[in-house]
Protein backbone atom coordinates (compact mmCIF):
# COMPACT_ATOMS: atom_id res chain seq x y z
CA UNK A 1 0.00 0.00 0.00
CA UNK A 2 2.44 2.33 1.39
CA UNK A 3 4.80 1.86 -1.99
CA UNK A 4 1.56 2.51 -4.16
CA UNK A 5 1.55 5.42 -2.41
CA UNK A 6 5.20 6.95 -3.91
CA UNK A 7 6.75 5.41 -0.93
CA UNK A 8 9.98 3.88 -1.00
CA UNK A 9 9.84 0.89 0.44
CA UNK A 10 12.45 -2.01 1.80
CA UNK A 11 10.81 -5.25 3.73
CA UNK A 12 13.87 -6.82 5.72
CA UNK A 13 12.93 -10.25 6.85
CA UNK A 14 15.50 -12.36 8.67
CA UNK A 15 13.69 -15.79 6.95
CA UNK A 16 15.00 -16.78 3.47
CA UNK A 17 11.41 -16.24 2.17
CA UNK A 18 8.79 -13.57 2.77
CA UNK A 19 6.00 -16.35 3.25
CA UNK A 20 8.28 -19.20 4.73
CA UNK A 21 5.72 -21.36 6.36
CA UNK A 22 4.61 -21.49 2.77
CA UNK A 23 5.28 -23.64 -0.50
CA UNK A 24 8.71 -21.86 -1.65
CA UNK A 25 6.73 -22.10 -5.39
CA UNK A 26 4.36 -19.88 -4.25
CA UNK A 27 6.64 -17.63 -1.57
CA UNK A 28 8.63 -16.49 -4.57
CA UNK A 29 5.87 -15.98 -6.66
CA UNK A 30 5.13 -13.19 -4.20
CA UNK A 31 8.67 -11.97 -3.82
CA UNK A 32 8.67 -11.44 -7.84
CA UNK A 33 5.13 -9.47 -7.36
CA UNK A 34 6.73 -7.08 -5.06
CA UNK A 35 9.52 -6.70 -6.23
CA UNK A 36 7.86 -5.87 -9.79
CA UNK A 37 6.10 -3.11 -7.73
CA UNK A 38 9.27 -1.60 -6.68
CA UNK A 39 9.35 -2.98 -3.45
CA UNK A 40 13.02 -3.81 -2.06
CA UNK A 41 13.82 -6.84 -0.24
CA UNK A 42 16.31 -8.29 2.04
CA UNK A 43 15.51 -11.46 2.76
CA UNK A 44 17.51 -13.46 4.97
CA UNK A 45 19.04 -10.11 6.26
CA UNK A 46 18.59 -9.70 10.24
CA UNK A 47 18.39 -5.96 11.82
CA UNK A 48 21.68 -4.96 14.20
CA UNK A 49 20.03 -1.61 15.70
CA UNK A 50 17.79 1.20 15.27
CA UNK A 51 18.45 4.73 15.85
CA UNK A 52 17.01 8.22 14.79
CA UNK A 53 18.91 9.57 11.66
CA UNK A 54 18.95 12.41 10.10
CA UNK A 55 15.25 13.15 9.71
CA UNK A 56 13.82 9.86 10.18
CA UNK A 57 15.35 6.36 11.29
CA UNK A 58 18.66 4.68 10.56
CA UNK A 59 18.34 0.59 10.38
CA UNK A 60 21.57 -1.09 10.87
CA UNK A 61 22.04 -4.30 9.31
CA UNK A 62 24.10 -7.25 10.55
CA UNK A 63 26.84 -7.61 7.97
CA UNK A 64 27.23 -3.79 8.51
CA UNK A 65 24.57 -2.26 5.21
CA UNK A 66 22.35 0.36 6.40
CA UNK A 67 18.90 1.62 5.37
CA UNK A 68 17.92 5.30 5.78
CA UNK A 69 14.20 6.37 5.97
CA UNK A 70 11.35 9.00 6.99
CA UNK A 71 9.04 5.60 8.92
CA UNK A 72 9.68 2.46 10.29
CA UNK A 73 6.81 0.09 10.59
CA UNK A 74 7.92 -3.35 12.71
CA UNK A 75 6.00 -6.27 12.01
CA UNK A 76 7.26 -8.83 15.09
CA UNK A 77 5.23 -11.54 13.97
CA UNK A 78 1.58 -13.04 14.04
CA UNK A 79 -0.67 -14.22 16.24
CA UNK A 80 -3.75 -16.59 16.06
CA UNK A 81 -7.28 -15.11 17.94
CA UNK A 82 -7.87 -18.70 19.19
CA UNK A 83 -8.22 -17.88 22.72
CA UNK A 84 -11.91 -17.41 23.59
CA UNK A 85 -13.33 -19.08 20.04
CA UNK A 86 -13.91 -22.17 22.81
CA UNK A 87 -11.85 -24.72 20.90
CA UNK A 88 -10.98 -26.74 24.28
CA UNK A 89 -15.16 -27.08 24.78
CA UNK A 90 -15.37 -28.23 21.39
CA UNK A 91 -12.33 -31.06 21.40
CA UNK A 92 -10.49 -28.83 18.92
CA UNK A 93 -6.24 -29.31 19.51
CA UNK A 94 -4.38 -26.12 19.16
CA UNK A 95 -0.88 -26.23 19.28
CA UNK A 96 1.68 -24.85 21.69
CA UNK A 97 1.49 -21.07 19.70
CA UNK A 98 -2.62 -20.97 19.60
CA UNK A 99 -2.57 -22.04 16.07
CA UNK A 100 -5.96 -24.75 15.25
CA UNK A 101 -3.69 -28.31 14.76
CA UNK A 102 -5.15 -30.19 11.12
CA UNK A 103 -4.57 -32.70 8.93
CA UNK A 104 -3.75 -32.67 5.42
CA UNK A 105 -7.20 -32.80 4.80
CA UNK A 106 -7.94 -29.26 6.96
CA UNK A 107 -9.75 -32.03 9.63
CA UNK A 108 -9.14 -30.72 13.14
CA UNK A 109 -9.41 -33.01 16.25
CA UNK A 110 -13.20 -32.56 16.23
CA UNK A 111 -14.97 -35.04 13.96
CA UNK A 112 -17.09 -33.28 11.15
CA UNK A 113 -15.07 -29.39 12.28
Known amino acids: M ?5 SEVTIVDSADHLM ?8 AQIEAV ?5 IRLRLGTKVGSV ?6 VLVQLEGGDQIGGSHLLVATGRRP ?3 DLGCEAA ?3 LDKHGFIVI ?4 RTSAPGV
Open 91 to 93: GIE
Open 20 to 27: SREDPDIS
Open 2 to 6: FRRFG
Open 103 to 106: DDQY
Open 51 to 56: SKGGNG
Open 34 to 38: FEKEG
Open 81 to 83: NTD
